[in-house]
T-cell receptor, first 113, second 112 residues
Framework: DTAVSQTPKYLVTQMGNDKSIKCEQN?????MYWYKQDSKKFLKIMFS???????INETVPNRFSPKSPDKAHLNLHINSLELGDSAVYFC????????????FGNGTRLTVT | GENVEQHPSTLSVQEGDSAVIKCTYS??????FPWYKQELGKGPQLIID?????GEKKDQRIAVTLNKTAKHFSLHITETQPEDSAVYFC???????????FGSGTKLNVKP
């Protein structure tokens, strides 16, 4: 059973389009995240939700909108895609209390042409 | 905010040798330092972590050391094996806090 699963694995689209990435975790964790990994492998947090409530919202263009319908799901919708949005997007989850051990999904490679 | 720097960006070692990856952080309030390993096509996975009240922690072939005064911490891998080849990330955060600052990653290549 995959603990954190995200779909799709690959996403190729044209500039200006709108796309969504879905994430689900079956670990019973309270907190979920979206991270962006650029071409140089740098990992940067974008958003974090705790029990469906947004708790971290980094400096991300408002074309990116996360949505958490319940604590097991966190989706990422991107409007008006730009070339610079090309990256690998990782969903992760962690449990409250103690050190936050991040459990990552396997990523969604987004390519904007 | 916190700034984490990681060196080297690439590291190539012969199988059986040791590998050391170093990180520095800027915020003295950071007190939790995990290391993640990212294999090709996968998400990062926690391999070891250390809290600021401890100077060293070991788990089989891997160890992490922390120097709070100098604000640096290191990952040590002994007796490297080809399956250790991956990208390694250090990170810093506040314990019991959701925000992590990651280093830029080290690509480790272990040559058989």
């Amino acid at each position: 059973d995959t603990a954190v699963s995200q779909t799709p694995k690959y996403l190729v689209t044209q500039m200006g389009n709108d796309k969504s990435i879905k994430c689900e975790q079956n670990l019973g964790h309270d907190t979920m995240y979206w991270y962006k990994q650029d071409s140089k492998k740098f990992l940067k947090i974008m958003f974090s939700y705790n029990n469906k409530e947004l708790i971290i919202n980094e400096t991300v263009p408002n074309r990116f909108s996360p949505k958490s319908p319940d604590k097991a799901h966190l989706n990422l919708h991107i409007n008006s895609l730009e070339l610079g949005d090309s990256a690998v997007y990782f969903c992760a989850s962690s449990q409250e209390g103690g050190p936050r051990v991040l459990h990552f999904g396997n990523g969604t490679r987004l390519t904007v042409t | 905010g916190e700034n984490v720097e990681q060196h080297p960006s690439t590291l190539s070692v012969q199988e059986g040798d040791s590998a050391v990856i170093k990180c520095t952080y800027s915020d003295s309030a950071s007190n939790y330092f995990p290391w993640y390993k990212q294999e090709l096509g996968k998400g990062p996975q926690l391999i070891i972590d250390i809290r600021s009240n401890v100077g060293e922690k070991k788990d089989q072939r891997i160890a992490v050391t922390l120097n709070k005064t100098a604000k640096h911490f290191s990952l040590h891998i002994t007796e490297t094996q080809p399956e250790d080849s991956a990208v390694y990330f250090c990170a810093a955060s506040l314990y019991n806090f959701n925000k992590f600052y990651f280093g830029s990653g080290t690509k480790l290549n272990v040559k058989p």
